[in-house]
Nanobody, 126 residues
């Protein structure tokens, strides 16, 4: 089964930072939107950040705007998410996925995404 491999999660104190990675090995990310999503315990998966092909545009969820930064390195087939000023409500399983269609604009509708990874857990606690 083709999927991303996420890494970089962990336990961090409020106000701390993390850098998550989302690596693809058997398919390409070049030309495709890639999104990061978060699922908090007992809640539905929600979009956190999204990046278009060639980094022409990015969008962020309202709760993370100004604190998280998404980036991509198509040569490494990897997308990153930098998390800063973390809050307890940022706790959750972070996963990434790729759009099914080339050269689309960003969006958080999960039905358009494929190659979901297993996720990397982030816990923000004092």
């Amino acid at each position: 089964q083709l999927q991303f491999v996420e890494s970089g999660g962990g336990l961090v104190h409020p106000g701390g930072s993390l850098r998550l990675s989302c690596a693809a090995s058997d398919f390409t990310v070049a030309g495709y939107v890639v999104g990061w999503f978060r699922q908090a315990p007992g809640k539905e998966r929600t979009g956190v950040a999204c990046i278009q092909h060639s980094s022409v545009a990015t969008i962020y969820g309202d709760s993370v705007q100004g604190r998280f930064t998404i980036s991509r390195d198509d040569a490494k087939n990897t997308v990153y998410l930098e998390l800063h000023d973390l809050k307890p409500e940022d706790t959750g399983l972070y996963s990434c996925a790729r759009d099914r269609t080339l050269f689309r604009i960003c969006g958080f509708g999960t039905e358009r995404y494929d190659f979901w990874g297993q996720g990397t857990p982030v816990t923000v606690s004092s």
